[in-house]
């Protein structure tokens, strides 16, 4: 299964974290603020994204991740 989006704007540099009971995944967006995350196993996760220089990190809950499933999360907007 695959998670993919987008977090704005790019100069929040986040690192977005994708957890759920079992698992951890790591990415880092693109210039264009685009995220992918691959291989996902079967489960319940939430997605933080930890802002950089001053932006205040978020975390969207409960997206169900079942096999062969792409999830688009909807475009996420850091703020200070």
Do not use: C, M, R
């Amino acid at each position: 299964a695959k998670i993919k989006g987008q977090v704005l704007p790019p100069g929040a540099s986040p690192l977005v974290t994708a957890y759920s009971a079992k698992d951890t995944l790591y990415a880092i967006p693109g210039w264009n603020g685009n995220y992918q995350f691959s291989n996902v196993p079967v489960g319940t996760y939430s997605i933080n994204f930890k802002g950089h220089d001053g932006f205040q990190d978020t975390t969207i809950n409960d997206i169900e991740i079942d096999t062969l499933k792409q999830v688009k999360i909807p475009l996420v907007t850091l703020h200070k």
